[in-house]
C-alpha cells in the first residue's frame, strides 16, 4: 500500500518536474543564476577589500528572495494549470485519488524549488569564494532550514491555490512569506501598549501564524556566527512538518469537494 | 509566460540595483584618501534641482538611511537594536544596551540607555520555545556591557552613504571617528571631513570634529584646528539654542571644550579663559570649562 503510494506520488513529481523542464522553468533559473554571476564579477573586477559583510549579506539575501519567488511561481500553478488544459480528468482517471495528486504535485513544486535554492546558493558560493570570502559551516546549517521554509512555502501555496485565483493565490503567498517577520515584529512591539484582552488575542495570532523568519539564518553566515546547536534544525524541521501536514490536509478538504 | 517575465523583471530590478550599489562601492575604494572631493554649494544645490535627482532624491537618501542601520549592525555582530517604548521606559522591562567601556570607545556612537534589543531576552520574553528559536537562528547576545567589533569592515559603508546622500552630517562625522580609530590615519580622517564641510559649510558637528582631530593627541596642530572650532562656535551661537538637535548641542558644547584647550596647549591663556567663561554662560555644568578657569584663575596684570 505504501509502496504503491510512494510510486504514485513520485511519478506525480516527477511529471511535475518533466513538465517544468519542458516548459524551461528552469532556464529562468539559470538565467537568473548567470545574471548573479555577472554582478558579482562586476564587483570582483574593482575589488572587494572592506566590503566582505555587505556582499554575503546582499548575496544572501537575493538567494533567499529568488528562491522564494521560484517556489511560489512553481507551486501555484501546479493545480491550477491541470485544471485550465483539463489534463486534471485523464490524471484523475486513473487510480489516483485528488489527495494523491496534491501530494505529488507538492513533492515535485519543492523537488524545482530545492533544485533552484541549490542553484542559487552554489552561484553565490561560488562568486563569493573566487573573490576568497568564506561562508563556513553554518552555511550548510543556513541551506538546510531554507530548504525547510521552501517546502513550508510550497504547501501554502499550494494551499491557497485550491481556494483562490492564480494570480492573488501568487500575491497572498509572496506577502505572507516575505511579510510574515513584519507582523511578529510588531506584535512584539505593540504587546506592552494594548489592553490585556487584545494582548492576548495578539499572542494567540502570533503563536497560530507560520514563522517562516525561523528558517532564515542569513544574517548570522553574513556576520560569521557559529553554527547553531543540533537540537534548533531538529525542531523547526518537527515545527516544519506540523504546518506541511495542515496545509496539504486543508487543501485536500477543499480540493476533495472541488467541482472541476 | 507573463509569469516568467514577471520573475525576470523582478530579479533583474533586484540585481541591477546590487551591481549599482556594488558599481559605487567599488569606485570609492574601501579605503578613503586623497584630499577633499566634495562638490560647491552652487554644483550641489544645481544637481539636486535636476529632474533626475528630484525622483531619485528620496531614494539617496533612503540609501543613506539603510546603510547607517547596516553600519550599525555591524560594529553589534549582526544584533539588531531598536529605541525604548514610553510603555517600557515605565515599566523597566527591557533588556538594557550599553558599552562594556562605558561608551569611550573610540569612533563608536554612545548608547544612552534608551536602546533595547529588537529580540528580548528569555526573561523578558513571553514567547517560551518561539523566543528561544528566535535567538538561536538570528543573530543575539545579552547587549548590556558590549563591545563593538572593528569597525574597518564598515568603513566602506560610510562613503557609500555620503556618495548617496552628501548632505548626510552623521555619515562624516562618526565614518570619520572610525577611522581615527587607526591613529596612523587621522590625516585621512581629516580630508573625509573636510569634504563633508564643503558640502555641509553650516554643520557645527563637521566643523567641530575638525577642529577637534587637528587638536587632539595624534595631531597637535593647534593652530590649524582653532579656526575650525572658531567656525563650530560661530555657527552655534547664530542658531536659536532651542532649535539645534541633540547633535548640534553635544557638538557646540564640544566646540567650546576643544578650544579651550586647544588654546591651553597652544600657551593663550587668556583666550582660553574668555572661551571657558563664554562656554560656561550656555553650559554652566560643563567640567572642562569649570576645571580649566579653576586651575587658571584670572588674576590681575596677569595675562595667564
Not at chain 1, 151 to 161: D, G, K
Not at chain 1, 168 to 195: K, N, W
Request: proline fraction near 4%; charged fraction near 20%; include cysteine.
Amino acid at each position: 500500500m505504501i509502496a504503491r503510494k510512494l510510486t504514485i506520488w513520485g511519478a506525480l513529481a516527477q511529471g511535475a518536474i518533466l513538465e517544468s523542464i519542458r516548459r524551461k522553468d528552469m532556464y529562468v533559473a539559470v538565467i537568473l543564476a548567470l545574471v548573479m554571476i555577472g554582478a558579482a564579477a562586476t564587483i570582483g573586477t574593482f575589488g572587494v577589500h572592506g566590503l566582505e559583510i555587505f556582499l554575503k549579506d546582499t548575496a544572501l539575501n537575493v538567494v533567499n528572495l529568488l528562491s522564494i519567488l521560484m517556489a511560489v511561481l512553481f507551486s501555484s500553478r501546479q493545480i491550477a494549470e491541470e485544471v485550465s488544459r483539463r489534463t486534471v480528468y485523464p490524471l484523475l482517471a486513473r487510480p489516483i485519488g485528488r489527495g494523491d495528486l496534491l501530494i505529488g504535485k507538492f513533492l515535485g513544486a519543492f523537488a524545482l524549488s530545492a533544485l533552484s535554492l541549490l542553484l542559487f546558493a552554489l552561484v553565490a558560493w561560488g562568486a563569493l569564494a573566487c573573490y576568497g570570502l568564506s561562508l563556513g559551516v553554518i552555511f550548510l546549517q543556513y541551506l538546510l532550514l531554507r530548504l525547510f521554509s521552501l517546502a513550508l512555502i510550497c504547501a501554502m501555496t499550494l494551499m491557497l491555490s485550491v481556494f483562490i485565483t492564480p494570480s492573488a493565490t501568487i500575491t497572498m503567498a509572496l506577502l505572507l512569506a516575505v511579510g510574515s517577520q513584519t507582523f511578529g515584529r510588531a506584535v512584539m512591539l505593540v504587546d506592552q501598549t494594548v489592553s490585556p484582552n487584545v494582548q492576548i488575542l495578539l499572542r494567540g495570532v502570533y503563536v497560530a501564524l507560520l514563522h517562516l523568519d525561523f528558517f532564515d539564518m542569513h544574517e548570522k553566515v553574513s556576520y560569521g556566527w557559529k553554527p547553531v546547536p543540533a537540537w534548533v534544525p531538529t525542531e523547526l524541521f518537527f515545527y516544519a512538518l506540523l504546518y506541511i501536514g495542515i496545509f496539504l490536509i486543508v487543501a485536500f478538504l477543499r480540493f476533495r469537494r472541488q467541482a472541476l | 509566460m507573463t509569469e516568467r517575465l514577471q520573475t525576470i523583471a523582478c530579479a533583474a530590478g533586484i540585481l541591477l540595483a546590487l551591481a549599482g550599489v556594488s558599481g559605487v562601492a567599488s569606485h570609492v575604494g574601501p579605503i578613503m584618501e586623497g584630499g577633499p572631493t566634495g562638490i560647491s554649494m552652487a554644483e550641489q544645490e544645481r544637481v539636486d534641482k535636476a529632474a533626475s535627482a528630484s525622483l531619485l532624491g528620496e531614494f539617496r537618501s533612503s540609501t543613506a538611511d539603510f546603510l547607517w542601520i547596516k553600519v550599525d549592525a555591524y560594529v553589534h555582530g549582526g544584533v539588531a537594536m531598536r529605541g525604548v517604548t514610553q510603555q517600557e521606559k515605565q515599566s523597566g522591562t527591557f533588556d538594557k544596551v550599553g558599552s562594556g567601556d562605558g561608551g569611550k570607545e573610540n569612533g563608536n556612537r554612545e548608547h544612552r540607555g534608551d536602546e533595547t534589543t529588537v529580540i528580548p531576552s528569555a526573561s523578558h520574553d513571553w514567547r517560551g520555545w518561539y523566543g528561544n528559536i528566535e535567538r538561536e537562528v538570528s543573530p543575539y547576545q545579552d547587549m548590556n556591557h558590549h563591545t563593538h567589533k572593528d569597525p574597518k569592515e564598515a568603513l566602506p559603508l560610510f562613503r557609500l552613504m555620503t556618495v548617496s546622500n552628501p548632505h548626510f552630517i552623521p555619515g562624516y562625522v562618526v565614518g570619520a571617528a572610525m577611522i581615527a580609530r587607526d591613529h596612523t590615519k587621522v590625516d585621512e580622517a581629516i580630508a573625509f571631513l573636510l569634504e563633508g564641510a564643503k558640502n555641509n559649510p553650516n554643520s557645527i558637528e563637521i566643523a567641530e570634529e575638525i577642529g577637534e582631530l587637528y587638536s587632539g593627541r595624534y595631531k597637535r596642530q593647534y593652530e590649524a584646528g582653532m579656526p575650525y572650532l572658531v567656525k563650530a562656535i560661530v555657527l552655534g551661537r547664530g542658531r536659536d539654542r532651542t532649535t539645534l538637535t541633540e547633535d548640534e548641542d553635544e557638538a557646540f558644547e564640544n566646540a567650546y571644550r576643544w578650544a579651550v584647550l586647544n588654546r591651553r596647549e597652544a600657551g593663550d591663556f587668556a583666550i582660553a579663559r574668555k572661551v571657558a567663561q563664554e562656554g560656561l554662560k550656555l553650559y554652566p555644568e560643563d567640567v572642562v570649562c569649570k576645571e580649566f578657569l579653576k586651575e587658571h584663575p584670572e588674576q590681575p596684570g596677569n595675562a595667564h
